[in-house]
């Protein structure tokens, strides 16, 4: 079993700068990627970005290039989203979640946080 815990989240103005954290408790050896998500108001999960807990290689949604990064730290179990020139449709619950592989599909996912509330204003 594999939990995670999102933290980091909040409010911040338009071009501004959040890092959320993604505590991984449990095995996390056992799910070899964590992916990020996020869902606005009224519309689907979308993904944004992926990394390999083995070889911290990380992949993101053309939304997120160039302006977020995603990393891991292996001593701390935790993967961070460092994000940037957030603008407000950024504006979502941003999710991590654990799967066997890094992919951009939601139910390759088995195991997701609670959610991390993320508000850019303008």
């Known amino acids: 079993q594999v939990h995670l815990r999102e933290s980091g989240g909040g409010l911040v103005q338009a071009g501004g700068s959040l890092r959320l954290s993604c505590l991984v408790s449990?095995?996390?050896?056992?799910?070899?990627?964590v992916g990020w998500f996020r869902q606005a108001p009224g519309k689907d999960r979308e993904w944004v970005a992926s990394?390999?807990?083995?070889?911290?290689?990380?992949n993101y949604a053309d939304s997120a290039k160039g302006r977020f990064t995603l990393s891991r730290n292996i001593a701390d179990n935790a993967v961070y989203l460092e994000m940037s020139r957030l603008q407000p449709e950024d504006t979502a619950v941003y999710y991590c979640?654990?799967?066997?592989?890094?992919?951009?599909?939601?139910?390759?996912?088995?195991?997701w946080g609670q959610g991390a509330q993320v508000t850019v204003s303008s």
């Open positions: 979640a654990a799967g066997p592989l890094p992919s951009d599909t939601a139910h390759h996912y088995a195991f």
């Open positions: 990394i390999s807990w083995t070889y911290g290689n990380a």
């Open positions: 449990g095995d996390p050896f056992r799910e070899s990627a």
